[in-house]
């Protein structure tokens, strides 16, 4: 048989059925009697008979805090672009006009029309036309709702097409089924809710071309941002209009030859979107004829030419603007905290933010927003042709970790045909972390010396304690991670020529070889784990000193890591520098404060976790050593505000200046900000060697940094940062290493190791051989960092021995046996006891010199000499 008389048979077969469906709906009775017995009915027996209406796929908003307290919306992302609303948010004219334009006996049947349903089986099954889905509102509803929830419940792309293939299904058996089970859902629907609660689902399922869905949605696209309360008769017959063949009648297609600008009517004559207007107008005569309008409004509304203003929807993180790269850290968190690991080939989060309906409440403060990117973009170029230009800016809120402020260089695209020809374009947010943005990470130079001040005092050191803070080449470093000493040969210049010896002036003056010689001290290991405990950690996701580099190789954290040259994210940094501004509490940061579901529930965003860095005390002397890089000859001196607010910062400037920072907080906000080259390579450009518009190169971190703080400080203030104790400034004794009997280079090693600055003192007369070491000065204990003069033997001397309990005779002999002579004053007898004598015993001497002696005269009886006392015959005296 022919396709056609096949069709005919189901379209005969499938009218009959709908009566029956019809009947059984008003007549429960006759569905259970003979009807049963017949073949052409027992298929309904196995026809689900309720539909589950599931949550409609939404757009997801993404909102920022004006200084007025308001919300102002950043972007929206959607599978579907649909904002479901409630029935007295729709015009009375939309209503109507779906009613008169696509089922004028809605209030009168029972969900099925049966002489709109046959119309649509025979032009689906019989002619082959379009689908048309159902004739009554209630079937087109369905059909729309098995829609929604198949693609929904899918999880992957593959499944979602799967879902919305089986629901749209018309060829053959298959496409009956489906039929039939719309009606039969259709008949369910009708008994379980009213006539307006189906309408107002219709209405906010609807589909009005492309990915424009629901009436309030399409009311804005098309007609200027409207509400669709506010529609007029001509609006809202033109968009029920587009229901009935979406892509038929849409209107943002202006270049449409038969439903465009320039397009004609069925008779000839120019008539902007003539597809629409035909259908408008037809629907407007429905309208009148079922008297919902009156003839005067009929008329004005078909004289009124179809004008769309069409405004684009907030499609992603590029409709932003300056604060798109934010946007995209907030896309990514959501992408990645609700995705679930155990399912890749599912997509949770992504299908979360592209249909859940949520309204995503951050946490950027756009005041202060806006300071960052003005900032950024007066100092900083997005394209110099001279190198890859980069910058950027990130304020996190000390105690919460919120993220306030994130600024870029660039303009925000994920248009890979734009980003390749354009510099000034990129999706890549060179603020976060490589899963939030794709970056790989910055070198933060200098400013990670602040771990090694927390290690330092960590470990008991004080602010004051001396060391030696020059200039040399360190060969070894105790405690490597893997439980071995680094040896090897590392000799970092410093930026000037400034030498500190302790915490304070090596913070202010940032000197390398200071903080070299501090770590020396310290182990390695546990500078890294110190600055693990503020947060930090590798851009690319792994723990310091761990994984691989760009050419694959092993990353260990080796002395170098000590100034800073692991990449790691900006955003990292502000929150570790707040969590040392807010007593060493360090915040993890967040971008997210509140997520609002549509139902109207509120979603668990990802939360900071707030842990004790540091102990408050060292925090504090900390801060004290920070705050003194914005005082006189500090490298944060440009950095100032001028507002009286305190801060403590840290400058970093990584070698060739081919990375500068600037980071600081007050006890309210604290902000990172970054310049440099963002590729490596050979093309890379020493900052102080170019210069900007705004300044020299090299400078406008300062530049930047001081102009967002001075909104942050007028914004919010800050307190005064709490004192250090006085244990912070203890000067400590250590002991001098016993360098006597070692060669001269051997003593240096050793006095340096313990942190003393090494002095030749130069030779002296001993017995040692020549070259050996004699002795130091000062010996036993002496300040850190102090300078020790070590005395080497010229291998002509000797040694003055001891002559106490001598008497004339036995300390000359011993003199003798010396190579020294001996001088006594006045008449010596040869029993005369030694009273004292100089040099002291152990002195160096050259052989030949003179040890002057003085005796105290023996007689026998006196009781001066050896064993004399007060016994008979003594002075009672």
Excluded at 312 to 331: H, I, L, M, N
């Amino acid at each position: 048989m022919s396709d056609v008389g096949t069709g005919i048979l189901g379209f005969v077969g499938m009218s009959a059925l709908a009566g029956v469906l019809v009947t059984a709906a008003v007549t429960p009775a006759l569905a259970v009697t003979g009807m049963a017995a017949n073949n052409g009915i027992s298929m309904f027996e196995n026809l689900p008979g309720y539909l589950e209406i599931g949550e409609l796929s939404e757009k997801t908003d993404i909102y920022a805090t004006q200084p007025d307290g308001s919300q102002a919306h950043l972007a929206s992302f959607f599978d579907e672009n649909r904002e479901e609303v409630a029935w007295e948010a729709i015009s009375q004219y939309v209503k109507d006009a779906a009613i008169a334009g696509e089922d004028p006996r809605f209030y009168e049947h029972g969900g099925i029309d049966i002489q709109g349903t046959s119309r649509a089986v025979l032009n689906e099954f019989v002619i082959g036309g379009d689908t048309q889905g159902g004739s009554s509102i209630t079937q087109q509803y369905v059909k729309n709702v098995i829609i929604n929830n198949g693609v929904r419940e899918a999880q992957t792309e593959e499944e979602k097409d799967a879902a919305y293939a089986a629901a749209t299904e018309s060829d053959g058996s298959a496409g009956i089924e489906r039929k039939l089970k719309e009606m039969r859902y259709a008949i369910a629907l009708e008994k379980k809710f009213s006539k307006d609660e189906i309408l107002l689902g219709y209405l906010n399922i609807a589909a009005f071309g492309g990915r424009v869905y629901g009436i309030e949605t399409a009311a804005q696209y098309y007609f200027g941002g409207k509400h669709a309360a506010d529609l007029t008769l001509a609006e809202a017959a033109s968009l029920i209009a587009i229901v009935n063949h979406p892509e038929k009648f849409r209107l943002d297609y202006p270049e449409s030859e038969t439903n465009g600008v320039n397009s004609v009517n069925d008779a000839g004559e120019p008539t902007p979107y003539a597809a629409n207007k035909e259908r408008r107008d037809y629907i407007l005569e429905q309208m009148l004829k079922e008297k919902k309008i009156t003839q005067e409004e009929h008329d004005a509304a078909v004289a009124t030419p179809v004008a769309p203003v069409i405004v684009e929807p907030s499609t992603g993180c590029q409709t932003a603007a300056g604060s798109a790269f934010f946007c995209d850290y907030v896309k990514n968190i959501i992408l990645n905290h609700y995705d679930d690991p155990a399912t890749e080939d599912i997509q949770e989060g992504a299908n979360l933010l592209r249909s859940g309906g949520l309204q995503v409440f951050t946490t950027l403060d756009l005041e202060l927003q806006d300071r960052a990117q003005t900032a950024i973009a007066e100092n900083v170029p997005f394209v110099d042709p001279r190198f890859d230009v980069g910058s950027v800016a990130v304020t996190v809120q000390p105690g919460t970790g919120r993220v306030l402020a994130m600024a870029q260089n660039k303009n925000y695209s994920e248009d890979p045909d734009v980003t390749s020809v354009d510099p000034s374009y990129t999706a890549i947010n060179l603020s976060t972390d490589r899963a939030y943005g794709g970056s790989s990470g910055l070198q933060p130079g200098s400013t990670f010396k602040v771990f090694t001040l927390a290690e330092w005092l960590n470990e008991g050191h004080s602010l004051r304690e001396s060391f030696n803070g020059g200039r040399r080449t360190f060969t070894s470093f105790k405690g490597m991670c893997d439980g071995s000493t680094w040896s090897g040969s590392y000799n970092p210049r410093n930026d000037d020529g400034r030498i500190a010896n302790n915490a304070v002036d090596a913070t202010k003056w940032s000197v390398n070889t200071s903080f070299m010689a501090m770590a020396q001290q310290l182990e390695l290991c546990g500078i890294r784990d110190t600055a693990a405990a503020f947060g930090v950690h590798r851009a690319d996701g792994a723990a310091l000193g761990e994984g691989v580099d760009s050419e694959g190789n092993p990353i260990t954290f080796g002395p170098s890591a000590v100034l800073g040259t692991e990449e790691i994210a900006p955003v990292t940094m502000a929150a570790a520098f707040a969590g040392i501004a807010n007593n060493g509490l360090t915040c993890t940061p967040i971008a997210i404060d509140k997520i609002v579901t549509p139902s109207g529930e509120e979603l668990a965003p990802p939360q900071a976790t707030c842990s004790q860095s540091v102990t408050p005390e060292v925090a504090h002397a900390m801060e004290y050593a920070m705050q003194e890089t914005f005082r006189g000859g500090g490298t944060a001196v440009a950095s100032n505000t001028g507002t009286g607010v305190p801060h403590i910062g840290k400058t970093g400037t990584t070698d060739d200046a081919h990375d500068t920072w600037m980071i600081g907080s007050s006890t309210t906000a604290a902000t990172a900000v970054w310049v440099g080259n963002i590729t490596g390579g050979n093309d890379r450009q020493n900052l102080r060697d170019v210069s900007f518009d705004s300044g020299e190169a090299s400078t406008a971190r300062h530049r930047i940094w001081s102009s967002i703080m001075e909104v942050a400080d007028n914004k919010w203030g800050g307190a005064e940062f709490t004192e250090p104790d006085a244990s912070a400034f203890k000067q400590t004794l250590v002991d001098v290493p016993q360098v006597s009997g070692l060669s001269l280079d051997a003593a240096k090693q050793a006095i340096e190791d313990a942190g003393f600055v090494f002095e030749d003192g130069g030779q002296q007369d001993s017995n040692l051989p020549g070259g050996t070491v004699v002795g130091s000065d000062p010996s036993g204990q002496a300040a850190r960092g102090s300078t020790i003069r070590v005395f080497t033997s010229n291998g002509q001397g000797t040694t003055v021995p001891d002559l106490t309990g001598m008497n004339a005779q036995q300390a000359k002999g011993a003199l003798d046996q010396a190579g020294l002579r001996m001088k006594s004053p006045g008449n010596v007898g040869p029993l005369d006891v030694v009273e004292s004598q100089d040099p002291a015993p152990g002195t160096p001497l050259k052989r030949g010199g003179d040890v002057t002696v003085t005796f105290v005269t023996n007689v026998p009886g006196n009781g001066t000499g050896p064993g004399a006392g007060n016994g008979p015959g003594g002075d009672e005296d």
